[in-house]
């Protein structure tokens, strides 16, 4: 399985970003796509991630804010970012986890989130 990011930037404290990302290859029907977030200290902490059967958790940090989205068809998953804050500045990563027996995690290349005050 291969992810493809893309979105983040630079945006004002308030303002909006859209993170996408694309699956490819050997996906299995069950599974669990999302984002996380590290920091500057490089801890690293779950932002929002959906299941292919379109349960949906989010951090709390984040709740109200941010939207997950995802298109089993097309194997993408869409974070939308509103109300965005300074806090909120981080690398964004993408995470496909393969459910049932075996499962493990495949994670995307970092995007960059700035959020200025």
């Known amino acids: 399985v291969q992810l493809q990011a893309s979105g983040g930037g630079l945006v004002q404290a308030g303002g909006s970003l859209r993170l996408s990302c694309a699956a490819s290859?050997?996906?299995?029907?069950?599974?669990?796509m999302g984002w996380y977030r590290q920091d500057a200290q490089k801890l690293r902490e779950l932002v929002a991630v959906?299941?292919?059967?379109?349960?949906?958790n989010y951090a709390d940090s984040v709740k109200g804010r941010f939207t997950i989205s995802r298109d089993n068809a097309k194997n993408t998953v869409t974070l939308q970012m509103n109300s965005l804050k300074p806090e909120d500045t981080a690398v964004y990563l993408c995470?496909?986890?393969?459910?049932?027996?075996?499962?493990?995690?495949?994670w995307g290349q970092g995007t960059l989130v700035t959020v200025s005050s």
């Open positions: 290859g050997d996906i299995f029907v069950i599974n669990v």
């Open positions: 995470n496909y986890r393969k459910g049932g027996a075996w499962q493990y995690d495949v």
């Open positions: 959906i299941s292919s059967d379109g349960s949906a």
